[in-house]
């Protein structure tokens, strides 16, 4: 099985006991707090009206690292400024979203095959998704 290549649906929470090296392994050490606050600030901006803060889960899929996403609430509209989608999605599915505008973003700024990779694997995953149509757009 390639890197990108996810199989069924099966995204786990990442157990306490791992989430230290979760960030690292997602958006490499040099990143770690710049992807989580833009993760952060992204999903500000894509749900004004729901978003709030709060604690976030890490997901991921036969133990590496795929997305971040917000266990305030269990839905969120997504309206904010930087995508033309306008929807609501489950806590899961906004949490995708903006874990993968995060990679987009960020691989501008600081080129890097990490977040190339890191953002590939979440995009075919995020394809298999039950929100994937809704995903796919808030993203193109």
């Known amino acids: 099985m390639s890197v990108f290549e996810t199989g069924p649906q099966s995204a786990a929470i990442v157990p306490d006991e791992r989430r230290l090296k979760f960030l690292p392994t997602l958006f490499g050490r040099s990143?770690?707090?710049i992807g989580e606050n833009a993760?952060?600030?992204l999903m500000e901006r894509?749900?004004?009206l729901d978003y709030r803060g709060g604690?976030?889960?890490f997901y991921e899929h036969q133990g590496?690292?795929?997305?971040?996403?917000?266990?305030?609430r269990?839905?969120?509209?997504?309206t904010g400024e930087i995508t033309g989608f306008?929807?609501?999605?489950?806590?899961e599915a906004a949490g995708i979203i903006a874990t993968l505008f995060a990679f987009s973003h960020l691989s501008f700024r600081y080129p890097s095959d990490h977040l190339s990779e890191a953002y590939g694997r979440l995009y075919v995953y995020s394809a298999e998704h039950a929100e994937a149509a809704q995903i796919i757009e808030?993203?193109?």
């Open 46 to 48: 894509l749900s004004p």
């Open 64 to 72: 590496t690292p795929l997305f971040l996403a917000p266990r305030s």
């Open 138 to 140: 808030a993203i193109d």
């Open 86 to 91: 306008q929807g609501e999605v489950s806590a």
């Open 55 to 57: 604690f976030w889960d």
């Open 31 to 33: 990143l770690l707090i």
């Open 39 to 41: 993760v952060y600030s």
């Open 74 to 78: 269990s839905r969120f509209r997504i």
